[in-house]
């Protein structure tokens, strides 16, 4: 299929799995894989950077926009969208494109995804590079919609978007272009995202000019994919995260681990590593032990939310450095 938002040498296709059709960015023909996971409110796109240096070092780089994202199929109910869901898609892909074990990489709610392709599937994976987010200690007895909501109150982000319909509705009153360079803007601040209910999302500031990262090109491919497709898959995946959380009882406790080498990358301006009590854990012995082949964290200094967009070079130079050893 002909490429399209960026680059020509990226090609694009469907791939049938796991009941849906999947939208695949890929370019290179390595003997290794690498699989790149986006988040919130991004696309394969946010990967671009990455797919062209890292194809162009030997690897087979892959992209999809993940379930309810982009040109990928979007199934209405949040029940769709737990973590066994995201993870089965990815299987899926694997086994349809005939590729036994990835290199993967995960931004946001990708690097959340990545965590659990790790714990239910590391027979497919040989290394894992993510991004902003570390592993989510979940369990039955842990909703974490409420200890948010505890923490931070009602207008937090996480809260909000629980709003089914509801932010929907709020996200429409705004032009998609722009309502993309606010979301963009609201998680690029290390401040927890609050959205007031008395302005809604249109009161979020418009900044005075795009970050050097974002480029109006850049808006428009995201807007107009967003336009065609909406936003209820992607606020699906915050919807769907207490389920998840209770059907991780098989899981919770004992000595269930991340076994597959990792390596950790985070901005010291994230708004994920400002999370109370994030930073205390992500350098804690207990992520550690969590994770026991964790290589390296990486805390970049001065960079918010999205390290692969604001440094994509040295996002390049840090997988491959890792991965390279494989």
């Known amino acids: 299929m002909a490429a399209e938002g960026g680059d020509q040498s990226i090609t694009h296709s469907t791939i049938s799995t ?16 690498i699989l790149f996971l986006h988040g919130f409110p991004e696309l394969w796109y946010t990967w671009r950077h990455q797919l062209l240096s890292l194809s162009a070092l030997g690897y087979r780089c892959i992209a999809p926009d993940l379930r309810g994202f982009g040109d990928t199929d979007a199934p209405s109910s949040p029940a769709k969208y737990t973590a066994f869901h995201i993870v089965g898609d990815l ?9 036994e074990k990835v290199f993967l990489v995960g931004h946001d709610w990708g690097a959340a995804m990545a965590w659990y392709f790790c714990r239910f599937r590391p027979d497919r994976v040989t290394a894992v590079v993510n991004l902003s987010a570390p592993p989510t200690r979940q369990s039955p007895a842990l909703n974490l919609v409420d200890a948010f909501r505890a923490v931070y109150g009602d207008e937090y982000y996480f809260c909000r978007f629980q709003e089914v319909g509801k932010v929907e509705e709020e996200f429409a009153e705004v032009e998609t272009g722009k309502l993309m360079v606010k979301l963009f803007t609201l998680f690029s601040k290390p401040d927890p995202p609050m959205v007031p209910r008395e ?25 107009s994919k967003f336009q065609k497709s909406g936003f209820t898959g992607g606020l699906n995946y915050y919807r769907a995260f207490p389920l998840t959380g209770e059907l991780m009882g098989p ?38 032990k969590e994770v026991p082949l964790l290589e ?12 692969n967009l604001v440094k994509p070079q040295e996002i390049t130079q840090h997988i491959y450095d890792f991965i390279k050893r494989f």
């Open 18 to 33: 796991n009941g849906i059709n999947m939208h695949v960015a890929s370019i290179g023909a390595g003997p290794a894989t």
């Open 91 to 99: 299987v899926g892909l694997l086994d349809a494109l005939k590729i």
């Open 296 to 307: 390296e964290v990486v805390v970049m200094e001065g960079v918010p939310h999205f390290p």
């Open 199 to 223: 302005t809604r999302f249109r009161g979020l500031p418009d900044p005075p000019s795009l970050p050097s990262w974002l480029s109006e090109e850049d808006v428009e491919y995201y807007a």
């Open 251 to 288: 899981w919770a406790g004992g000595d269930c681990k991340y076994t597959v080498p990792a390596k950790f990358i985070v901005g010291d301006q994230d708004v994920v590593y400002g999370m109370v009590g994030m930073k205390d854990y992500i350098h804690s012995e207990e992520f550690k």
